[in-house]
């Protein structure tokens, strides 16, 4: 087992109704709080005018219309605009995890003199951030938990995940009434993408009998809640375990201990959502299993047959090879059975930039140090058996 050094701040308030402690947590912070939101479907839920209500006596500033994959320009620039006028006390980020990660790219930016892609590009180790409470709206990314937020630079065809300490959000309030009106579409997209939190965490090097077991638990939750949501987008039981399923996704706790996977498909996914805006669970679905045909040979082959086995259930008396290939055709299986478009093209991607994707990849994701390292010829491979 790998050394480890690890602290999760953040308070996390689970359940039906929970929103009615807002007002004793951001009674902690000043008064003056930035709201950041998305296209509206926090009003289309009456989210938005309960915490209105709630937070009378506040002051708040709104900064509204972030989109999926945040922008660095206009979305981060304005709310950093927006704190530094108004001298903002805290972020209330409401929303999905476009919202929070645009969030917290501001709280470091609302707290730094020079350009705010310094922080994100890493040029500048970030002092201080606002602190950030959010009331997260769609079960996927897990940022209500973690320390990230992905921001993307449209000109230069950036997508960069910024991590830092600092970022963890103060308190998360996960109520999974508010995803009741999470499209199937979008619930797919997340089902998809914590499964692949899930797996960038499994397919490593180093793991533990411990690991491996939640890790297994998370996916078989994942596939069986998350069809559930799916059909009856009403089910109070299913939407909240795949809400904290998302949520453990991405902090790490699922893999304390073991060594690093270089998170491969998310550094794959990254550059076809910069490039091509796409829908950031979609991608994943499409790259996994070709990513796993890709790595597969007899060093990784232990990993696939007990993936194939705990979490598929495929008879363990097989050939180890049949039991792995079957795995991972039961990976694309189950995302084809939920829609997710499983292939590049029908999400607008051709192969005209294929070979440019692969060099920005391989030149700013590091994944020659991955678990199964990939070099730029690895990467137009797995991408082109995508198309
Ligand atoms: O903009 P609004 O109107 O709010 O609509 C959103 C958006 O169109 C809608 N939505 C959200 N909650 C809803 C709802 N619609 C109906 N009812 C609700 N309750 O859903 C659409 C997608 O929202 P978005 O926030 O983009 O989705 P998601 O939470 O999947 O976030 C995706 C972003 O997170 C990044 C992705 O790369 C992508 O940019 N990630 C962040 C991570 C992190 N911070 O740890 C890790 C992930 O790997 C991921 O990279
Ligand atoms: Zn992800």
Request: charged share 20%.
């Amino acid at each position: 087992m790998q050394n480890f050094d690890y602290k999760t701040p953040t308070r996390l308030i689970f359940g039906k109704g929970v929103v009615e402690k807002l007002p004793s947590v951001m009674a902690q912070f000043g008064k003056k709080i930035l709201l950041t939101y998305g296209g509206g479907s926090i009003k289309k839920i009456g989210l938005y005018q309960k915490v209105l209500e709630l937070l009378k006596g506040y002051e708040i500033v709104e900064l509204s219309g972030i989109q999926p994959n945040p922008k660095y320009d206009p979305s981060v620039l304005d709310g950093v605009r927006l704190c530094k006028e108004h001298n903002i006390d805290v972020i209330l980020a409401v929303g999905g995890g476009s919202v929070l990660d645009c969030s917290k790219a501001i709280a470091a930016g609302a707290c730094y003199d020079g350009d705010p892609w310094d922080l994100i590009s890493y040029k500048v180790k970030a002092q201080a951030a606002l602190p950030i409470v959010d009331i997260i709206t769609l079960a996927a990314t897990g940022s209500e938990y973690d320390s990230g937020g992905v921001i993307s630079r449209t000109e230069t065809n950036d997508k960069i995940g910024y991590l830092d300490p600092l970022l963890y959000p103060h308190t998360s309030f996960l109520d999974p009434t508010y995803t009741f009106t999470v499209s199937k579409k979008q619930t797919a997209a997340g089902i998809a993408d914590a499964m692949n939190h899930t797996m960038e965490q499994y397919f490593v090097e180093d793991a533990t009998l411990l690991n491996d077991g939640f890790c297994e638990s998370m996916l078989r939750s994942l596939m069986v809640n998350g069809r559930k949501c799916i059909e009856n987008p009403e089910d109070y039981t299913a939407r909240a375990e795949m809400m904290l399923a998302c949520t453990y996704g991405c902090n790490r706790i699922l893999s304390l201990g073991n060594s690093q996977s270089g998170w491969p498909c998310h550094g794959i996914e990254h550059a076809l959502s910069a490039y091509y805006d796409i829908t950031h669970g979609e991608g994943l679905a499409i790259i996994t299993p070709r990513w796993m045909k890709h790595i597969l040979n007899e060093r990784t082959l232990p990993r696939f047959v007990k993936y194939g086995i705990n979490v598929f259930g495929i008879d363990a008396n097989l050939d180890k090879w049949e039991i792995a290939n079957k795995a991972i055709e039961e990976t694309y299986k189950f995302f084809e059975s939920i829609n997710i478009p499983m292939h590049l093209r029908e999400v607008g991607i051709d192969d005209s930039r294929i070979g440019e994707m692969a060099h920005h990849i391989a030149v700013n994701e590091g994944l020659e140090n991955a678990y199964a390292p990939l070099t730029e010829q690895d990467i137009v491979e797995i991408l082109t058996a995508s198309l």
